[in-house]
């Protein structure tokens, strides 16, 4: 069923690398086949978003064939210095990335009711063609796949459309997967928790579990929201000054 | 100081002529290649330049290399540490985002994690700032050849027991790429600019930084002159949130060899599409 205030674009970059804590053993890290809930959520929060509303992932399309590739990487660490010459610790770490990875992603937001603060501010129409339109633009941020380093594109795309790599695979599983974070200012409780999941791709087609269907979950921290009141957040205001760009460019 | 309020998006085009642009640590620092033989440059060495780049203009800098500290700090905790009014508002996150920003310019660039042990807190978790400039890794035009050379060292580095005993020779690799080509492409966003308080001055700054990579970069892996920044394309977009996105303004640069075998910069046909209302300014390289 396709939601009123449903948003579809592809994302895609040379390099992608979506990992949980776990797959960052001693500084390592390794990525994942396919992008967790919580990457493909970041990446569009980067497009758009208010703490008015809640994006939610349906479902994602691989595109291109599952390729990794490893980079020999000298990060520094932040504090601490040799004993011997006082000069900066370097670690030596394999980061093994995807490579060439393009994704047609399709989701739709919610109103989150736990800032009722921002009842005013829930205008679906509005958000919805902002949100458009931000992906027309590729975001009002930068985007990345995962970490920070792996730079992507983003831009409206038809989901579904065009040929996938993996259009005639079959079903595919990936076993037991971070899905993503339940976070204090979404859930309303002061809590930080992980949620997982077991994905199934089916022709290349990945349907996500809503993160309230998901059943394995794991408390990390306790975690107070963050506050957005008039003194950090210009909700309607913004708006007014959104509104001469379309004026300008529609 | 004037507020950065025009999107950027940046292309860099940089020869490289016997040189090795950016060692792999563990490949016995041959030049980095991806597994399709393309050279890579990757996006942290491109920041390390900007950085001693503004070092050179007399920035302060938070990620200082050892070798070119300007302050006696031997780490990124002890010169964090050290700045007082960041630690008078340890407490406060915001506050201690904000005093980094506008301490060290490429903390307001290029972002930067302040590492803290988890304390009784219930948000004490460490305080990630994420800077408006962003650079995608660089990656060669065409497939790039890597020579090697076997190379001794026969000098004594201190004197033995018997002075007149000479030590055995030390052998080593030293690796370089013939030629290549490569692009680095980039973009400023205006939203993380308003957050970090990156302004129009420091664009400007990244932009000189840019045209002037290779300036006091020489070593013996990169001799002066094997490596030269041919172009910077530099497009202003007329609103914050840009005109196009970064996709399609980086796609309009096109870059093709017209040899089998480029060995040289003019072996290839440099040219650009412009997109209505969105012209390049473009620079060469110093």
Known sequence: MKKENSVEFKVSGRYALFSDPINRIGGEKFSYQVPTYQALKGILESVYWKPTLIWIIDEVRVMNLIKTQSQNIRPV????????????????????????????????????????????????????????????????????????????????????????????????????????????????????????????????????????????????????????????FSGLEEFEEEGDIIELDS | MSNFENKIDFAVVISVKNANPNGDPLNGNRPRENYDGFGEISDVCIKRKIRNRFQDMDQAIFVQSDERRTDGFRSLKDRADGCEELKKSSKDKEQYAKIACEKWIDVRSFGQVFAFKKGGDDNSVSIGIRGPVSIHSAVSISPIEISSMQITKSVNGETGKDPDKKSPDTMGMKHRVEFGAYVIYGSINTQLATKTGFNQEDSELVKKALITLFENDCSSARPDGSMEVCKLYWWKHNSKIGQYSSAKVHRTLRIAPTIEMPKDINDYNITHETLDGLAPEIYDGI
């Open chain 1, 77 to 232: 660490n932040f504090s601490g210095t040799s004993k011997g010459t006082g000069t900066p610790l370097n670690t030596l770490s394999i980061y093994t990335y995807l490579t060439n990875v393009e994704y047609q992603v399709k989701a739709h937001f919610e109103w989150n009711y736990n800032r009722p603060n921002l009842e005013k501010d829930r205008n679906e129409n509005k958000h919805y063609i902002v949100a458009k339109r931000m992906i027309n633009r590729g975001g009002r941020r930068d985007v990345f796949l995962g970490t920070r380093e792996c730079q992507a594109y983003v831009e409206p795309c038809k989901f579904g459309e065009g040929e996938g790599a993996y259009d005639h695979y079959g079903s595919l599983s990936f076993g037991l997967m971070f899905h993503g974070f339940d976070y204090p200012d979404e859930t309303g409780e002061d809590k930080l928790t992980a949620r997982l999941w077991s994905p199934v791709m089916n022709n290349g087609y990945i349907k996500f579990l809503r993160p309230d269907e998901c059943t394995i979950k794991r408390e990390l921290s306790s975690m107070k929201p963050k506050v957005f009141d008039e003194n950090n």
